[in-house]
């Protein structure tokens, strides 16, 4: 699986978009881009995932580059909720072994009032 | 509402009492996972099963057990805990075909060994 890097913690202010970017330029073809969060030792919320096209859904947009070495995840208009730690994952998107993720050190996000 | 179901969420026991932590799913789901999160070490998987009676061993699965007698519970046992796997328990599960890595996570189980 292709490795993935994204800054280490963003800030935010209530009600304004938040663009949390991640690097992945040794993703092959056939690696999706995952995104999912972690709000304060809870279990990890899967938010959205994509191939090559962008992608929309009722918590998140996803931005893929054209040639797919990194991506942006877009929450377009964050509250105090929203902190948390987001991880961005390149994964084939069936492996056959146990559909293991792993999530690396993640993006700290802090929606501010 | 689609859930996944661990008990407890927190225990404390002593060196070598075995105990189990339960994970129960509601949605019919194929693949479950038991992950541990320490600091700084982010999230292992420690056991995960793709079906009923179907288990394999994760990153880390010294000193865990698990089993699969039925398709919605999956739960881990610690036979002889020691403070070593004093730590964050995830169960997390999975459906199959596209949807197959929108893995649902239990809301954890903190335990500490003493």
């Known amino acids: 699986d292709a490795k993935t890097t994204q800054p280490p913690s963003m800030d935010c202010a209530e009600g304004r978009a938040a663009n949390l970017p991640c690097n992945h330029s040794?993703?092959?073809?056939?690696?999706?881009v995952y995104w999912y969060r972690q709000i304060h030792s809870q279990g990890p919320q899967y938010i959205i995932h994509g191939l090559k096209n962008n992608e929309t859904n009722e918590m998140a947009s996803l931005i893929i580059t054209e040639d797919r070495k990194s991506s942006t995840l877009i929450l377009p208009h964050a509250t105090l909720r929203d902190t948390a730690v987001y991880y961005c994952?390149?994964?084939?998107?069936?492996?056959?072994?146990?559909?293991?993720?792993?999530f690396g050190a993640g993006t700290i996000l802090r929606v501010k009032s | 509402e689609a859930q996944v179901t661990q008990n407890p969420r927190y225990l404390i026991t002593v060196t070598g009492k075995k105990l189990t932590v339960t994970c129960s799913q509601n949605m019919n789901h194929e693949y479950m996972s038991w992950y541990r999160q320490d600091p700084g070490l982010g999230l292992r998987q420690i056991y995960y099963?793709?079906?009923?009676?179907?288990?394999d061993k994760g990153d880390v699965p010294e000193g865990y057990k698990v089993s699969r007698k039925e398709k919605r519970n999956f739960p881990l046992i610690l036979e002889s805990p020691s403070p070593n796997q004093t730590s964050l328990y995830f169960c997390?599960?999975?459906?199959?075909?596209?949807?197959?890595?929108?893995?649902?996570f239990g809301q954890g189980t903190r335990l500490t060994v003493v």
């Open positions: 099963s793709m079906n009923v009676e179907v288990t």
């Open positions: 040794t993703i092959s073809g056939n690696e999706y």
């Open positions: 994952i390149v994964r084939v998107g069936w492996s056959g072994y146990g559909n293991k993720l792993v």
């Open positions: 997390a599960s999975s459906g199959d075909g596209d949807r197959t890595l929108e893995a649902f």
